[in-house]
């Protein structure tokens, strides 16, 4: 396994929507899962996604309360009305920290590692970093998730 290089902000590749992954059994594709894990925990994140090592995949990773997750091709099939606010970091933002709101909830559907089918109800970190993880393979990064007022004052 290898660490890989963590892609940072303003890098283009950060703002495209990914491919999906159309064979999740490729060793490739499981070398680079078992990468990514390995960049996630030295660099301590709570979860990586593809674009953020530079693969336009539609392929992230997290680990919460020691769980891992291993998410292909993952999309939210349901959020919550109830919203609530916190401090998200990430890892092509070194260093910055924002409160972001997001639904309190979410369901997931995904394939995992193995190319079969799981469904993620959740709340907490896991709802937050999931969200998280998915507008990254959606092309959108934290810092649009800010009202305008409140992000011109966490930037500066």
Do not use: W
């Not at 925990?41 to 992230?60: D, F, M, T, Y």
């Not at 590692?113 to 990064?141: C, S, W, Y």
């Amino acid at each position: 396994m290898a660490k890989l290089p963590i892609i940072t902000y303003p890098n283009p590749i950060l703002r495209q929507v990914t491919q999906p992954v159309l064979d999740v059994k490729k060793p490739i594709l499981q070398k680079l899962i078992k990468d990514m894990l390995e960049t996630m925990e030295q660099n301590n994140g709570v979860g990586l996604a593809a674009p953020q090592i530079g693969q336009s995949l539609r392929l992230c990773v997290i680990r919460v309360e020691e769980i891992t997750y291993i998410l292909v091709n993952p999309r939210v099939t349901y959020s919550s009305r109830k919203k609530e606010t916190d401090i998200e970091g990430c890892l092509s933002f070194p260093e910055k920290f924002i409160a972001i709101q997001r639904p309190e909830q979410v369901r997931v559907k995904a394939l995992n590692e193995l190319g079969m089918e799981v469904t993620l109800k959740t709340k907490g970190l896991l709802a937050r970093a999931l969200q998280h993880e998915i507008d990254h393979l959606d092309g959108i990064v934290f810092i649009e998730r800010v009202n305008k007022s409140k992000k011109i004052k966490s930037l500066v």
